[in-house]
């Protein structure tokens, strides 16, 4: 991959990659956090996450740039001291939560699509999962670059055949009332939520080299990682509001559009960002144990990745299997999502801008 693409764009494309599956691929994150205030509310609602998510990755970008901090308890260290152990235990929290509802829509995705015991899809998932982890940072830089951009390109055909059978109906659906304030809210849950991640995802940032190098890619990668939401939102607009009581409003719309080639296609695209979001959480926590060894002078085995991995997923399918999609969505995010607002989004905009501007 060229220079220019490593330092403006992989950062955004690694985050999108993992943002993905957890965030919106299904479209019920969408449902639950944007559309329940409103058609035109949840576009104000993700507007508002893209500025917190652009804000938040520029400052993390550049610290993480000028402490050489490319792990998550580093960087955690260097802006919160030993505070940074709050931020792993909500951390580890998330990701059993997090790969439990990919879990879970991975299972209800084969049975719908291929009429499969939901288990065997979540277990088709961890498989692929644990093979990619056991490669390490390389491999998986080369499979978000590449599945983002297909998935960009799948996005765009949804929204392009949605409008042309629907076009009438989006129209009507995006000009209604505003509705109250809540969208606020909902945006900064959302983008709460959804950044606390980035931590773990910094070995994606080696490449930056300049401040303003730092700042453009954190912008660009708020941009990048909202852009195929409000695709995926739009497209949906058109079967509202039947699809908010959808378990995956994403196979509501496909099977609404009845294009067998296309469907299969965007299933397949969407399965793979279900293996995208687990194998970022999972990464994160090797990189951060691959840390610990090379402070002490050693070499983390690649086994330990696999273990790592096996034992989050492994716990993330029984839950899943044991709560289901929807009620892991609609009450595994709540007091989380506060909690990771108030010990890194709060603080990487205060403290982290302070060091920053210090630093000049």
């Given amino acids: 991959m060229s220079r220019w693409f490593n330092k403006y764009l992989l950062p955004g494309f690694v985050y999108q990659s993992v943002l993905i599956g957890g965030g919106y691929g299904t479209g019920r994150e969408l449902v639950e956090f944007f559309l329940t205030t409103g058609p035109v509310a949840g576009y104000l609602g993700m507007v508002v996450s893209m500025i917190v998510w652009?804000?938040?990755?520029?400052?993390?970008?550049?610290?993480?740039?000028?402490?050489?901090?490319?792990?998550?308890?580093?960087?955690?260290?260097?802006?919160?001291?030993?505070?940074?152990?709050?931020?792993?235990?909500?951390?580890?929290?998330?990701?059993?939560?997090?790969?439990?509802?990919?879990?879970?829509?991975?299972?209800?995705?084969?049975?719908?699509?291929?009429?499969?015991?939901?288990?065997?899809?979540?277990?088709?998932?961890?498989?692929?999962?644990?093979?990619?982890?056991?490669?390490?940072?390389?491999?998986?830089?080369?499979?978000?670059?590449?599945?983002?951009?297909?998935?960009?390109?799948?996005?765009?055909?949804?929204?392009?055949?949605?409008?042309?059978?629907?076009?009438?109906?989006?129209?009507?659906?995006?000009?209604?009332?505003?509705?109250?304030?809540?969208?606020?809210?909902g945006g900064i849950r959302y983008a709460g939520y959804n950044i606390a991640v980035l931590p773990a995802l910094l070995y994606s940032t080696k490449y930056l080299e300049t401040r303003s190098e730092a700042f453009s890619a954190g912008i660009i990668g708020g941009i990048i990682g909202m852009v195929p939401a409000i695709l995926i939102y739009t497209a949906m607009l058109s079967q509202y509001p039947e699809i908010v009581s959808e378990t995956i409003p994403a196979n509501f719309l496909m099977t609404k559009l009845n294009i067998p080639i296309f469907e299969a296609v965007f299933q397949i695209i969407l399965f793979g960002t279900f293996i995208e979001t687990g194998i970022g959480?999972?990464?994160?926590?090797?990189?951060?144990?691959?840390?610990?060894?090379?402070?002490?002078?050693?070499?983390?085995?690649?086994?330990?990745?696999?273990?790592?991995?096996?034992?989050?997923?492994?716990?993330?399918?029984?839950?899943?299997?044991?709560?289901?999609?929807?009620?892991?969505?609609?009450d595994g995010y709540g007091i989380i999502t506060w909690g990771f607002i108030a010990i890194y989004v709060v603080p990487v905009l205060t403290i982290g801008v302070y060091k920053v501007i210090r630093s000049n």
């Fill in 54 to 185: 652009g804000l938040v990755m520029a400052t993390t970008y550049e610290l993480a740039r000028l402490t050489k901090s490319y792990d998550y308890k580093s960087f955690l260290s260097n802006l919160l001291g030993k505070g940074w152990i709050a931020y792993e235990v909500l951390l580890v929290l998330t990701a059993v939560l997090v790969v439990s509802v990919m879990a879970s829509a991975a299972g209800e995705l084969a049975s719908a699509a291929l009429g499969m015991d939901p288990l065997v899809g979540s277990i088709i998932m961890m498989i692929m999962v644990g093979i990619i982890v056991f490669y390490g940072t390389s491999l998986i830089e080369k499979v978000f670059s590449v599945w983002s951009i297909a998935l960009y390109v799948v996005y765009i055909g949804l929204i392009t055949i949605t409008w042309m059978r629907y076009s009438d109906e989006i129209s009507v659906v995006a000009s209604s009332a505003l509705g109250d304030s809540s969208w606020v809210l």
């Fill in 281 to 330: 959480y999972i990464h994160g926590f090797n990189e951060r144990i691959a840390g610990a060894y090379q402070s002490r002078g050693l070499t983390m085995p690649r086994y330990v990745r696999v273990v790592v991995a096996a034992i989050i997923l492994i716990s993330a399918v029984f839950l899943a299997n044991a709560l289901g999609l929807i009620d892991l969505i609609a």
